[in-house]
């Protein structure tokens, strides 16, 4: 069976990096969701204004979270085509 030509250790660190940008991307995602809701916290919003900050900062995390995804994936495969 033909495995291609990738080693066993490139296989690996392709892994751990998928894996290192997965947790990346979700805690930067996290971070900023806390800061939306510790902002709506502390100015004390109520009912539909708070509601507006934490779905925006859902929102933002969500894009920050991609964008760090795929600026680490791409990160990575740019220094594998190099081959570094």
Do not use: N, P
């Not at 969500?62 to 760090?68: D, E, F, I, K, S």
Request: aromatic letters at 8%; charged letters at 20%.
């Amino acid at each position: 069976m033909d495995m291609g030509s990738e080693s066993r250790w490139e296989k690996d660190a392709m892994t751990v990096e998928i894996v290192f940008a997965l947790v990346t991307a979700a805690v930067l995602a996290g971070l900023i969701f806390t800061l939306a809701w510790s902002f709506a916290l502390t100015l004390d919003l109520s009912g539909s204004a708070e509601r507006h900050v934490l779905v925006g900062g859902a929102l933002l995390g969500a894009v920050a979270g991609v964008w760090r995804l795929v600026r680490v994936l791409l990160r990575f495969d740019k220094q594998r085509r190099l081959g570094r």
